[in-house]
Each structure stands twice: as C-alpha cells, then as structure tokens.
C-alpha cells in the first residue's frame, strides 16, 4: 500500500490503470536516481507494484529493460567477540538476558525465540526444536547447558500464569494454521503457551477466547540496544549479531562448516561461508608489520 500511493503521487494521481511500462520505469529509476534507495528498497518497490498490476489493475506490466536496476552488495556481518559477549550480557538482567542467551548459546533469530513454544524445549536432551523457521523450515539446535537453571525458574513462572489464567476462564494459546479446530482443547496445555509470553491478553478467532501472544521482538531489541552502549561497545550491532557470534565462534572453535549450517537452518552453504571470511582472518593471518620485528 505505501508503495502504490508512493507511485500514484509521483504520477500526479494518475490511475495505475492508465498508466504502465514506461511509468513504472520512471518511478523506478527516480528512487535509485533521486531518492539514492538502497537496492533491497528498488526490490520492495517493484515487487508491490508488480503485484498491483497484476493482482488488482489485471495487466502484465511487461519486462522493464529500461530499468536501472542495482547490484545487491555483499557485507560481512557483525560480529562479536567472546569478551564483548560478556560484556553486554553483563549488562542485561532478567527475562531479556535469558533470550540474549538463548540467541547467542542457540544461534537463533530474534524471531524464532519470541515465537518458541514450551513443548519445543527438551530440557533433559539439550536441544531445542525450531518450528517453522526461515523457509518454513523445522531444525534441531541446541540448548545451552548454562541456560537450564535460569530456563527452568522461567518455564514454572510461566506454568504459574498460565494456571492463573485458566482460573479466569483464559489460558490459551493462538495455534498456527486449522490447528485450533482439530484440536480444540490443545491450545489450552501448558505445551502450546509461549516461552515468552506477551504481559496482557488479547481476544482471538471468534472473540470468545482470550490468548496469550508471544512479547514483541522489541522487548528483546532494546534492551540490547540499551546494553551494548553501556558496554562501551562502538559496533553497528543488533540482537542478530549475536547469531554471526554463535556461528563465528562455532567456527572458531574447529566445528564442521556443515555442522553449523544445519544449526542455523541456512538452505545452502554458500550462506554459512561468509563467516569463513572473519574467522581465517583471525586465526591464520599475520600482518607483514608484525613480522619486521622477527
């Protein structure tokens, strides 16, 4: 939607029904040219606008050679190291810090630790299974061992509320797909409730029910942010650095490449590579200055 007004304005409020090729080329090339928009944004832009046409207007636009279209650049991603780990965890407390953990001791995205469910946390196999992942893909990763006690006091508060709320007549848990009318009294179980419950309950499906949604990936975000400066650290890093970190010191540490890209859930290799960029760096490159005292 904020692309297809975005569209429409450049062209005066013209109607995309009356306009097509030439104009989307126009609009396109006005981002890259003007507006200097990165090549992920050219991508958004075009692929909401080609679906407009196709999806709502009904027309083919047709193949856009007159399009400037930019190269997506390759960079190395943020990594922390074993001490600035340290140092921000440090830094945090609580409900935050366990899922910093959980991020950094399990190489998950963000997403994928808001969203974990209890029945997906085996405490006694230490593992952790990742449902519906990038890709709609499950996959098996670890669970930290220093992560159990903190974990365990976390799960019985949560079995705590969830009691509470079945007492008020709630304690339910959205489920994904049809799943709720197949298995009604599911969502109910402790199992299905998240590890990272939302702090309010919210109506869901017909009205009837009230659930208990993830927290918001914010919850997580911030309070990183907050860390890292109090740190004193001086990287451009998000909460998903601390991912590159699980796979960079994986790596470091003489775990097999292969290995790691089945932790991460990554669909090809090549993606997992990039971190053989940092690591060799590390381990076996010795500056040319460092040999003239030698």
Known sequence: MFWVRRYILFHNKRHPAQMGKQELEQFLNYL???RNVSSSTQSQALNALVFMYREVVGTEPGWLDGMRRLQRKTRLPVVLSKREVQLVLSEMGGTPRLMAELLYGSGLRVSECVTLRVKDIDLDA???LVRSGKGNKDRITVLPGSCKPELERHLLKVAQRHSNDLLRGAGYAPMPNALYRKYPAASSTLGWQYVFPSSTLR?????QRQVRWHTSTATIQKAFKRAVVAAGIHKAASVH???????????????DIRRIQQLLGHKSLQTTMIYTQIVEVEKTVVSPLDRLSG
Do not use: K
């Not at 109506?203 to 009205?207: A, E, F, R």
């Open 32 to 34: 890259v040219n003007q």
């Open 126 to 128: 230490g593992t952790i």
């Open 203 to 207: 109506p869901w499906h017909d009205g």
């Open 241 to 255: 650095s601390l991912r590159h970190s699980f796979a960079s010191h994986l790596l470091a540490g003489g775990t």
